[in-house]
């Protein structure tokens, strides 16, 4: 089942979804972006899954000359040590913690939900995923960076079930250089976070690969064990 709201697309693969998957998209698209990754994702034997895709707000975006497009947050510049636009990145935090309010307000656990996202939505997810009072069951970052990371805190609970992480990234990666994504990901594994870091020969995009890891990983993370 597909539905459409001025803010964000949700596809439902079967009825009463157990499972959710949040996910962010990059810079200038749309939440239609990753739709068509769904079938490749190899989810059939799980459940039924919801996939919330939103929209980001238009907003002006500094390096493509003040631009407005779709964007998380406005990117000031393209550099390992880039400046960031903090205030932006707070504002689309607080949506980000609507949209996942809305799945768990709506019967989905958390521990049943995901929030990914590619480029700088995965930066959000990121930046919201590790702050969340009560665990998600993963974060899936791809070719993503963190965006404030003097915010990045260590897990709540270390007694408690972690939130597991999946990283994955382009080699040739030119916009979100790879040296960049990986030293985030350490950080956040040093911060005490459970990360996998896998790379592929990919620019800044999904190498069919990656496809097939991220649809592994999902179906060990959102595996019923009731089924």
């Known amino acids: 089942m597909e539905s459409h709201t001025p803010d964000k697309v949700i596809i439902e693969t079967g009825k009463n979804p157990t499972a959710a998957v949040v996910w962010l998209h990059g810079l200038g698209a749309d939440g239609h972006d990753f739709e068509p990754i769904i079938p490749e994702l190899g989810l059939e034997g799980i459940g039924p899954i919801r996939f919330v895709f939103p929209h980001a707000p238009i907003r002006s975006v500094t390096i493509n000359n003040g631009m407005e497009m779709r964007a998380w947050y406005d990117i000031l510049e393209i550099s390992i040590d880039r400046r960031a636009d903090e205030e932006g990145i707070i504002d689309s935090a607080q949506l980000v913690d609507t949209l996942l309010t809305e799945q768990i307000e709506a019967g989905i656990s958390p521990q049943r939900l995901i929030l990914a996202g590619f480029s700088q939505g ?9 702050k969340q009072k009560h665990p998600l069951a993963g974060i899936l970052v791809l070719s993503g960076y963190l965006p404030l990371p003097e915010s990045l805190v260590a ?4 007694d408690s079930p972690l939130t597991p992480i999946l990283c994955c990234h382009g080699i040739w990666d030119p916009v979100v250089p790879v040296r960049l994504g990986e030293s985030s990901a350490k950080k956040v594994e040093q911060a005490g976070w459970p990360l996998e870091w896998k790379t592929y020969p990919a620019p800044h995009s999904l190498h069919p690969d990656e496809v097939v890891e991220v649809g592994h990983w999902l179906r060990r993370i959102l595996a019923d064990d009731s089924s």
Do not use: T, W
């Open 122 to 130: 995965a930066a959000m997810a990121y930046h919201v995923g590790l």
């Open 155 to 158: 897990p709540l609970d270390q």
